[in-house]
């Protein structure tokens, strides 16, 4: 069974850092490619960062070389580390697995940037 899990989202000042984590069970971790989007109440759902399976990246144009996307493979996660945060990066952040077979969603996880 898959299991898409993301945590470390939360409150965080603006100028501020945060690093999510995706942990991917289930799945063959080394053929998937995997994403990070966001969602905010007034947009719709839009790419942050990917990683593909040789660990080549790719990001959003907002990202504007704030965020970093990376892989382990022994531990079958995903990190997005988040820095210099602003207050359009609120909103609900996703795990997104695309293997050979299927696409998988976690459940999201909350990120606040306020002061």
């Known amino acids: 069974q898959v299991h898409i899990v993301e945590s470390g989202g939360g409150l965080v000042q603006p100028g501020g850092s945060l690093t999510l984590s995706c942990v991917a069970s289930?799945?063959?971790?080394?053929?998937?490619?995997i994403s990070w989007f966001r969602q905010n109440p007034t947009n719709k759902r839009e790419l942050v960062a990917v990683i593909g399976r040789s660990g080549g990246t790719n990001y959003g144009d907002f990202v504007e070389g704030r965020f970093t996307i990376s892989r382990d493979s022994a531990k079958k996660t995903v990190l997005l580390q988040m820095t210099s945060l602003k207050p359009d990066d609120t909103g609900v952040y996703y795990c997104n697995v695309l293997t050979d077979l299927d696409d998988y969603w976690g459940q999201g996880t909350q990120v606040i940037v306020s002061s």
């Open positions: 289930g799945i063959n971790f080394d053929r998937a490619a």
